[in-house]
């Protein structure tokens, strides 16, 4: 007798004890005597094959190429209770089929071609749990279903259903769960859930729901979850009625067209906990939508047209999204909102921010600000944050900010988390983070900073930073000590060196990204000296050569090749090979000369007229090859890999200067880098006025 353990055995094994089985078991299928079931998978059968033990319970027939199944495919097992008909590419079921299985309780025939349910199909059985997702059905007919009083799961996602019979899902008073996901299903007529007392979850999202009877979900006094995204639908009026006071949790109705909430769209929904109205047209809120709706906790109405929203009545609300609305001025009364922790006003073409703006939410925790008008445009009151003690988290991205705002955020003395990412700041004055004293979290991705070194002295007055991250900033070189933070992220920069000292005080980093820079070689002791938990090195043309040769020693020798190990890039030869795979005397350089950079700056434009292109030379000797970093004098950094309009590193090292301007007078720096060393040299411009054209 084989037991369960069969599955375990390899098919050699089962071939051997085939003898035995061959007397009830249809070929190419494993059948189980104690279940007893049988299984038949992957076999190239169009139907149904015979000869079942006739004390089968659960039948299996998956990833086999069954078209048809005929009455009587099953008639043979009349103690059947679970079948599983997934994956075949069953397109008929004939009228009759299940007839006589009254034991028949659980049937899944998922991912095939079924295009028709006929009514009576499963008149002799008990189904309990019923799923056909990804087939091709066009219709739930009355009397498929209906009055089928044992059902308590239907699942139905993926299919073509467009027609919803009148009693579709009446008289299941088991039923808990229907999902119809992703179906062309325009209307939900009246009765289709009378007597749906139990149902728990209902999820349609992805139809084309123009319409919901009145009072189609009147009976439905257990419902949780209430799923009607994506679909057509162009108002609720009326249909949650019979809802009210119900034990409604999640109200999901994202991704419709609904236009207003009137004050008898929602009320008394007192379980409502969660409530997606995002991505609607909503203009109008009327007073009093939202009485009696005490739980709510989780408002998302991001993605409408409002103009204006009262905060009334939303007494137990914790987060609110508003985020991509028109709203002309901030959430209106809101110290009706004691609770509320997390604002998103992000998007909305607000042109004011008052003194003390959000004084009245007296748990405000989070506020989002990204591209709102009164930051992007200056005419937020810069005392709008002020006496908000409980503030921790404030978010101004994409305002095309130039610099931090650093009265915006002098009163959010208690923030811990700022983000000014996807604005246009270059550099940090020394006094940027003054009345950030508790800040912990510093966002400024995707901005413009090219040269860290004025962020690295603003820092100094904090003291808890932990994180900072500077992803996507066009930031060429990493010089010596920078400020020391716990987690730092460097990804998507032009980062062409690294000072060797770059990680002098940071001790203890629990992360650091470096990928997707244009970095060719490590310093040896870069990481030495502190304690890294994950580095992300990915993603950099690393040239493994001899600038390459003190850090591959240093990863060996400390065992820390799985964390620190990197892809070469080049010399050719090694593209595709790991560095810790490279023995240390392959690690060379094809030079005659080892020497550190020496730069030669002669040639230089000293003066040119403002409008014209001025050039700077910066010819380096030194091998290996040295990366080469031009600063300007108002602190810009540039490598050849920057794409500033107007500065431009040339592959002889030398900077040109385009259409240059007045301010663009003074010292500029060009500094060479390899791993013996480093050196640096000024050479000065001035600019004329192309008026007076006078030498000074
Ligand atoms: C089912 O029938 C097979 C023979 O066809 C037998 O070996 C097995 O013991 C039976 N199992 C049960 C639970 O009756
Ligand atoms: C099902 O039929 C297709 C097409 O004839 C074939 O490629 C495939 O291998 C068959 N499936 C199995 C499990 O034999
Ligand atoms: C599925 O059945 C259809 C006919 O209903 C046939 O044309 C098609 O080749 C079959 N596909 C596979 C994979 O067997
Ligand atoms: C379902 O049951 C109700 C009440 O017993 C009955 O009126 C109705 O005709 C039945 N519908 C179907 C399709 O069997
Ligand atoms: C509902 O709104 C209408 C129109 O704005 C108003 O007249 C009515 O008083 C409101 N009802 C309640 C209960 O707030
Ligand atoms: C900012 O919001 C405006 C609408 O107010 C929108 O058109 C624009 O695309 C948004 N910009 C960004 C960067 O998100
Ligand atoms: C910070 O929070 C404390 C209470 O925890 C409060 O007394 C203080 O005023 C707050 N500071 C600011 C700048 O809001
Ligand atoms: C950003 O501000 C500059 C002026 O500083 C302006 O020329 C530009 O149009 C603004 N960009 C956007 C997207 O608002
Ligand atoms: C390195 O190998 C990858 C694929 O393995 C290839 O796409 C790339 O062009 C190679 N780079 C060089 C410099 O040969
Ligand atoms: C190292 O160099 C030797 C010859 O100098 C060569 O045979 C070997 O394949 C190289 N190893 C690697 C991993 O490149
Ligand atoms: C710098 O280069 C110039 C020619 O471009 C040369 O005359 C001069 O000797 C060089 N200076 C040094 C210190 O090598
Ligand atoms: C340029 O070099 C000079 C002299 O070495 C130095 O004083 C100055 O700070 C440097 N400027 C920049 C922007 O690095």
Partial sequence: MLTRMATILSPLLLLTFAPMLSLACPRGCQCYGDVPSVHCYYLDITTVPSGFPPNTTLLAIRHCNITTLRRGDFSGMPLLATLYLDWNNISTIEPGTFDGLFHLQSLTFGANRVTKLTPGLFKDNKLTDFDASDNRIESIPSGVFTNHSSLTGLILNDNRISMLGADAFAGLPQLVEIQINNNLIPRIPAHALKGAYKLWTLSMPGNAISEIEEGAFSDCASLYNLDLSNNLLTTLEGTLKGLTFSNLNSLTVSGNRILEITNSTLTSLTSLRDCFLDHNRIRKIESGAFRGMGNLNNFYLGNNELEEMPLNELEGVLKLDLTNNRLRTPPLNMSAAPNLAILMLSGNPMKTLAPSQFSGLKSIFDVDLNNVTAVREHTADFRALCDAPTLESVSMNDNNLTSFPYNLLSCAGNATYISVAGNRITQFKNDDFF??????????????????????????????????????????????????????????????????????????????????????????????????????????????????????????????????????????????????????????????????PAINTTGSDTHVKAGQRARLVCNVAGCPKAAVIWTTPLGEAFSEDSDDPRFTVLPDGGLEIRETKMTDVGMYNCTAINYLGTSQESVGLKVMSSKTAVEQ
């Fill in 435 to 596: 009345f950030l004293r508790e800040i912990a979290q510093l966002n400024l991705a995707d901005n413009r900073i090219t040269d860290i070194s004025t962020l690295t002295k603003a820092l100094q007055t904090t003291l808890f930073m932990f994180s900072l991250t500077l992803t996507g900033n066009p930031m060429v070189f990493l010089p010596e000590k920078l400020y020391p933070v716990a987690s730092l992220d460097l990804d998507n920069m032009k980062l062409c060196a690294v000072d060797k000292d770059a990680f002098e005080w940071m001790g203890k980093l629990e992360s650091i990204n470096l990928a997707k820079n244009r970095l060719r070689f490590i310093p040896g002791k870069l990481f030495a000296n502190i304690s890294v938990e994950k580095v992300n090195l990915d993603d950099n043309p690393w040239q493994c050569d001899c600038q390459m040769y003190e850090y591959a020693l240093w990863m060996k020798t400390s065992n820390n090749s799985e964390k620190f190990d990197i892809v070469c890039k080049g010399p050719e030869r090694l593209n595709g090979t790991y560095l810790s795979d490279i023995p240390l005397k392959n690690l060379t350089c094809d030079c005659v000369h080892y020497q550190a």
